[in-house]
């Protein structure tokens, strides 16, 4: 079992919609959650970063943890064509102070016009 | 450049070749992070350097793959004899400063036939 589960997609939806990612894990030592967004032969680029239980909001993106049930959402509200990608949710595991960071599978949405 | 760049952008290599991928990451960043992207999966974690010290490299898969950044700046990985399960997109990321965000270049994408 992966330490990070993420439920692949592909996941469409039309232009509007309120969009809901998620991402289970295992590891209780995980302490910061990211999601990032990888475009087409891209590399993948940071979305959002939270450390702790509750929601943070980024204008039309809404990062959620729940530690007790060690469950991560994004929710991305008002969505548009160009939110079309990738997303990886992602966990930090600490080495010599360095962020190594463990991805999930990650979902491919596709937002339609 | 402005990002982190790597190259080349696209390797095709026969069964048993060697390679050599290079990155090279934002100037004056000290950390610098290999990740192996899978077909349909997330990135993993390979190898971490904290300027020239290569402080982990648990997730390298074999012996055939080695990593070295001998100035502290710009990163080669190499896999020998390479084998079809090589086939991936090669990503490299640094960080400013130890426990920074990560800034991921656009990776190399490595076929062995």
């Known amino acids: 079992q992966k330490e990070v589960e993420q439920d692949p997609g592909p996941l469409s939806v039309p232009e509007g919609a309120i969009v809901s990612l998620n991402c289970t894990y295992s590891?209780?030592?995980?302490?910061?959650f990211m999601w990032y967004r990888q475009y087409s032969r891209k590399g993948p680029e940071l979305l959002m970063y939270t450390y702790s239980s509750g929601n943070k909001e980024d204008g039309r993106f809404t990062a959620q943890v729940d530690k007790s049930s060690k469950y991560i959402s994004l929710f991305i509200r008002d969505s548009q064509p160009s939110d079309s990608a990738t997303y990886l949710c992602?966990?930090?595991?600490?080495?010599?102070?360095?962020?190594?960071?463990?991805f999930g599978q990650g979902t491919r949405l596709t937002i339609n016009p | 450049g402005a990002g982190v760049s790597q190259s080349p952008r696209y390797k095709v290599a026969k069964r048993g070749q060697d390679v050599a991928l290079r990155c090279d990451p934002i100037s004056g960043h000290v950390s610098l992070f290999w990740y192996q992207q899978a077909l349909g999966q997330g990135p993993e974690f390979l190898t971490y350097?904290?300027?020239?010290?290569?402080?982990?490299k648990s997730g390298l898969p074999s012996d055939r793959f080695f990593a070295e950044r001998p100035e502290g700046s710009v990163s080669t990985l190499k896999i020998q004899r390479t084998q079809q399960e090589d086939s991936a997109v090669y990503l490299c990321?640094?960080?400013?400063?130890?426990?920074?965000?990560?800034?991921f270049g656009p990776g190399t994408r490595l076929t062995v036939l």
């Open positions: 350097f904290q300027n020239e010290a290569q402080l982990d």
């Open positions: 990321a640094s960080s400013l400063v130890v426990g920074g965000e990560q800034f």
């Open positions: 992602a966990m930090v595991s600490t080495i010599q102070g360095a962020q190594k960071l463990v």
């Open positions: 590891n209780s030592a995980f302490q910061y």
